[in-house]
């Protein structure tokens, strides 16, 4: 085994290896292959390399970046990565007691990853892969590597090893949040008569920018339209403005929406927010740890049943960390949909919700 310069055995493992190792003995998984960005990120105590935080093509392949973990098992962890992130490990040197950064592609990280799941002895193991983020050539590498192994499914057991944050994690949430929604009130206050929606999401970037935010995107409405993307489309007098954005901090998402109008607005449109607020407070009532998360959605979605705003107005939540949408899943007449796996699920404590409403008004 090659121990990473400089080590002689586990540092500081940064994740709560005994819970993954419960959690990973549910879903019958003896080692992980993680290989999105975001897992690694996770099992690397929050690192992701820069050269690649924008784009994963090089050459005529692409990055992958591999952490194997064996459960029960951290002195036989590695970090599988680029050749450039050798300057990484000098400066902040990787947790791992393997560490290979010696590839440019998809093939050499998972014939690293596959040199090592033999030297571990997990050659014909129940091995972890997330096939969403596994490029079809390393599958095929390592489905013929290791005939013997059984490659499983483990995407539900690192959406639920991320679902609880730690209050680190939970600090930066709240940072994304205060910056994009700072933002958010800054870019409304610019925007005048004639702005188009193009110039607002532009507007709502340099903030974010300014603010030491990553700009993710922005969904952008303008009077009745429920055209979100970007447009030549003004802002105009009495129309109302809906901004959602997300944006990150360290890697953790804030995903949020604001409502401005240019005026006053009138009755109707005061009696309209209060609906949503109500649905809200009905939801926020019952986020509490212990609660069955279906029970905090069937409550919100009884309340909005009796609402007049109900046959134009949805209502659904989502977990949220170092993706925008991640567990608890608690979607229902949603397009992105998980049927089944949370709503009876009792929600915990440090899980983090975005609790959403939407009203497509007619007018």
Known sequence: ???????????????????????????????????????????????????????????????????????????????????MEGGEHQNHPFWTPTLHTACWGTLDAANLAVEHLKKIGKGDARIGIEPAFLPSDAYMLIRKALPDAKLIDATDMLERMRAIKTDAELEKLRIASELITDSMLATIQRAREGTTKTEIIEQLRREETNRGAHFEYCLLTLGSSHNRAASQQAWKKGEVLSIDSGGNYHGYIGDLCRMGILGEPDAELEDLLAEVETVQQAAFSKVKAGTPGGDMISHAEGVLKKSRVASYTDFFAHGMGLITHEAPFLMTNHPVTYEGTYAEQPLEKNMVLSVETTMLHPT
């Open 1 to 83: 085994m090659n121990i990473a310069p400089g080590k002689s055995a586990v540092s500081a493992i940064p994740f709560d290896h005994a819970r993954v190792d419960r959690l990973m003995e549910e879903a019958g998984i003896d080692v992980l292959l993680a290989t999105s960005k975001h897992n690694t990120q996770y099992l690397l105590g929050g690192y992701k390399f820069i050269f690649f935080a924008a784009m994963d093509a090089i050459g005529h392949s692409r990055y992958l970046p591999v952490v194997v973990y064996e459960k029960g098992g951290p002195d036989h962890a590695a970090y599988i990565g680029n050749r």
